[in-house]
């Protein structure tokens, strides 16, 4: 609220200040011999300067943002195929950079050789075909070879095969959180359907399905390193993204279809943890909460938590109200600890007949489907 003011108040500071500009120029009327709005030769000299002036200072500013916020963005992939990802990136990022540079020098320069001057009028001709070709053939085999190259990185990437040991999760998503349905000991997932979430069933599993007796649901994604996990994506209600940055995946989850994304974890969190770049990551970021807390402390507020690093998977599309709070945390552990931690988990199932067996506060009636699928299983 406090900030709305001030925008209203800074604009009509800015539209108090260009009304006296506009009473002073009518005080100045005739005082001035050349009140002409035609641009003079010192005027077109001035704006032909500006155009180097503002070329350095793209370039300048250019360079400072790479320095200042280059070592924020992601770094060493944490899955196998991530450095596909990555160079795929950085090969796009050093092309945009290198044409930049190139065009921007070209338009700055053009426009103050070209710059008006009184004694020159501009030469008009209405096209010219070999420059058009060239800056027309040139992008596209770039571009094309760009994209022939992204699409042979993308189907390297997604390709599962079909003989392949992978372990398969769900991964469904709702207006705003994630579960992941593990497949158990079969690694099919049972059959599923929004019309058979009930209680302990969030997912909706059907429970008649005998793929579906040793399927496991939780709110924590544990996967082990090095195995491929084959993920499936569901959402309950609206357009959903799957994000994993660190891992560099990311697919949408679409309400009533599935769909898939691979991808073997190289780091447990553990070790992603102590990678230098994090220490120093989660370093700086402590201290920044170190010191925000002074202020916190003083206003007699709780100090804030330091801070450890977590894998998350993360919501990618922008699909409501709490979107930017809808992530679940990934742990990557080692195969052994991730069968002992799998282990202790109970089946859906078993957990909709604990939830049956205690009874009910209110009997709504809709709980009789379950009884009878779980009385059919038995
Ligand atoms: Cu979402």
């Known amino acids: 609220m406090t900030s709305l003011l001030v925008i209203i108040v800074l604009v009509l500071l800015a539209v108090a200040l260009w009304q006296l500009t506009k009473i002073f120029d009518l005080t100045q009327v005739g005082s001035n011999p050349d009140s002409s709005e035609v641009a003079t030769d010192n005027d077109n000299n001035v704006q032909g ?26 770094h060493t992939p ?40 009184q004694d020159q009028k501009a030469l008009y001709f209405a096209d010219n075909n070999k420059l058009e070709a060239i800056w027309s053939v040139i992008p596209a085999v770039v571009l094309a070879g760009l994209i022939l190259y992204g699409l042979y990185a993308w189907n390297n990437i997604m390709f599962v095969d079909e003989d392949e040991d992978t372990i398969v999760i769900e991964l469904y998503a709702q207006q705003f959180n994630w579960k992941a349905r593990y497949s158990g000991e079969d690694n099919v997932l049972g059959k599923a359907n929004v019309r058979f979430i009930e209680g302990a069933n969030a997912v909706g599993v059907d429970l008649s399905d005998p793929y579906s007796q040793d399927d496991i649901l939780v709110t924590e994604l544990h996967i082990p390193k090095g195995k491929k996990i084959h993920f499936k994506m569901r959402s309950q209600d609206v357009l959903h993204s799957a994000y ?31 990678l230098p770049y994090m220490v120093e990551k989660v370093a700086n970021i402590n201290a920044l909460r170190a010191k925000k807390s002074v202020g916190l402390v003083a206003k007699g507020e709780a100090a804030l938590d330091p801070y450890t690093f977590d894998y998350l998977l993360l919501c990618n599309k922008i699909c409501g109200t709490s979107h930017y709070n809808m992530q679940m945390k990934i742990i990557v552990d080692t195969p052994e600890d ?41």
């Open 78 to 117: 944490a899955s196998a195929h991530g450095a596909q990802v990555d160079y795929l990136m950085n090969i796009t990022w050093v092309l945009i950079f290198i044409v930049q540079a190139i065009t921007q020098v070209l338009l700055h320069y053009f426009a103050f050789k070209y710059r008006g001057r």
């Open 49 to 74: 300067y500006l155009m180097f002036g503002f070329l350095a200072f793209i370039y300048i500013f250019s360079i400072y943002g790479l320095f200042t916020w280059g070592p924020l963005v992601l």
């Open 338 to 378: 991730y069968k002992a931690w799998l282990k202790e988990k109970a089946t859906i199932v078993n957990e909709v007949k604990a939830a049956l067996a205690t009874p009910a506060p209110v009997d709504t009636g809709a709980s009789t489907d379950t009884a009878a699928a779980v009385t059919a299983m038995k």
């Open 244 to 274: 994993m940055p660190h891992f560099r995946a990311q697919m949408n989850c679409v309400p009533g279809m599935v769909t898939e994304f691979a991808f073997e974890p190289v780091y447990t969190t553990v070790e992603y943890r102590e």
